[in-house]
């Protein structure tokens, strides 16, 4: 007798969606992007791979608990997300440690200042600051990037587990831009360059007219928190000449993480 079991439905990306409550919520959730201004609910399902009936309920209880809104038929993340994000312990203590450090920085270059962290073979953008003037970077805050494409993304990926820097040197390196870094044996160098000086220097690798220089925040076992950097367009700033500024503020948001967790660690 055939099995009457049913496939796993899959997302957009491939992935299968959990059976669970919890991971087809997730799954709802995950399939937007940065670039959206509403999803309707066709281009939901489509995402998702979730039966109609079943996508219909779920979006429903997650518009009553404000982590789907839903205007003009199309459905936007909630604010109460936003709210859960800010509570977020890790992310949160990052923030209120590395902010002054980042506004410095702003002062002393009036460049955009970003602060990420790894997730996957991505950085993921938690804090960016700028002016009035700043380059139109393909950054934006919550938006992702490849790790060997940006200063930030190669400071973090120069520290990352094994398992993580083989996946990305033994992957695919698709081109973002014409000067984008496509040969694993000039990335793999770049990554030493980046151990041994400390810093990570993009130079329209992400896109046409952006350059950056970025650097790794540790902790006290060398491992890798979130990376700091500033960018700005090729036509006016010049990397090189601020890369000890932050490189510097990348040590003090280390150090102040440091005595911050060593004031609340427990007694021996």
């Known amino acids: 007798m055939p099995s009457t079991t049913r496939a796993p439905a899959t997302s957009r990306t491939g992935a299968a969606t959990p059976d669970t409550v919890i991971g087809k919520v997730t799954a709802i959730l995950d399939v937007f992007t940065p670039d959206d ?60 440690v ?29 804090a960016k600051l700028g002016g009035h003037r700043q380059a139109k970077a393909p950054s934006r805050l919550g938006g992702r990037m490849p790790l060997y494409t940006t200063a930030i993304g190669k400071a973090l990926l120069a520290h990352a587990p094994d398992e993580v820097r083989a996946q990305v040197l ?52 060398d491992s890798v928190v979130a990376a700091v950097s500033v960018t700005g367009p090729a036509t006016r700033f010049r990397p090189q000449q601020h890369a000890a500024s932050v490189r510097a503020a990348a040590a003090g948001i280390a150090a102040t993480l440091a005595r911050r967790a060593a004031l609340i660690a427990p007694d021996d």
């Open 170 to 221: 033994g992957g695919q390196l698709a081109r973002l831009a014409p000067r984008t870094i496509t040969a694993p044996q000039v990335l793999e160098q770049q990554l030493e360059k980046v151990l041994k000086e400390g810093v990570a220097f993009e130079f329209e690798e992400s896109a046409v007219g952006i350059v950056c220089v970025g650097a790794p925040i540790l902790d006290s076992s």
């Open 98 to 126: 590395a902010t002054p450090f980042m506004e410095d920085l702003y002062e002393r270059t009036h460049e955009t200042v970003h602060l990420g962290l790894r997730e996957g073979v991505q950085v993921v953008y938690v």
């Open 37 to 96: 201004h509403g999803v309707r609910f066709i281009e939901l399902q489509r995402r998702t791979g979730l039966p109609k009936a079943t996508l219909h309920r779920l979006t429903a209880d997650l518009v009553t608990a404000r982590l789907l809104d839903r205007v003009d038929g199309k459905f936007h993340l909630g604010g109460h997300l936003f709210e859960l994000g800010m509570r977020a312990s890790v992310e949160r203590g990052l923030l209120e």
